[in-house]
């Protein structure tokens, strides 16, 4: 396991283990086949360095938590209705699911909508998802999914922030070389 020193908004430390074995799962992974059990396991080890979501296994199955929020969701399903192949203006896919987090509409359906660039792309990964027919596949396919979108996000936060303080520092500089300065007497 590799240890990252980040931390998230709640202070806690994180430890990039984006697949999490609760207390009180063995009960629930009992009852998967040898099959399933090891594609958890290579999820596992793909999913090792995510920052920003877990994929959670406890009593009552799966669960998708964040790792930044206290947002989690379960019961996901591919919105049929939303469909790119029909509807080509489409560059998104919506996955509804049920709110499972700390504060919010728990147990309420909550939609999660992914932007993709084209609608081509949008087909890839609507049918991609569709073609899931197992919960670890759709659970493990979403995690990826909410993982990549923030990463994204980060990133662009990043490169905003990025900007400002270029922009700050130049505008330091130049107060420095040619603003006015105060002489003490």
Do not use: C, H, W
């Not at 099959?35 to 080890?45: F, I, N």
């Not at 009552?60 to 469909?83: F, T, V």
């Not at 504060?103 to 087909?123: H, I, R, W």
């Not at 919960?135 to 493990?140: A, G, H, L, R, S």
């Amino acid at each position: 396991m590799q240890i990252s020193n980040n931390m998230n908004r709640f202070s806690a430390p994180q430890f990039g283990m984006a697949l999490r074995i609760n207390n009180g799962a063995e009960k629930f992974l009992q009852g998967k086949s040898m099959q399933t059990l090891e594609k958890l396991s290579k999820a596992g080890e793909e999913m090792k360095d995510f920052k920003f979501y877990d994929l959670e296994v406890g009593e009552k199955g799966y669960r998708i938590k964040s790792k930044r929020y206290a947002n989690a969701y379960i019961s996901p399903a591919l919105d049929m209705e939303r469909d790119p192949n029909k509807y080509r203006t489409f560059n998104d896919v919506t996955i509804s699911t049920i709110y499972d987090g700390v504060s919010g509409p728990n147990g309420q359906k909550y939609p999660l909508m992914f932007e993709f660039s084209n609608n081509d792309e949008a087909v890839k990964a609507y049918n991609k998802y569709k073609n899931f027919t197992s919960d670890e596949d759709k659970y493990i396919e979403l995690t990826k999914m909410l993982e990549t979108k923030d990463v994204e996000k980060a990133a662009k936060e990043a490169q905003e922030k990025k900007a400002i303080d270029a922009k700050d520092n130049f505008i330091s500089g130049l107060m420095d070389k040619f603003g006015t300065k105060k002489i003490t007497i």
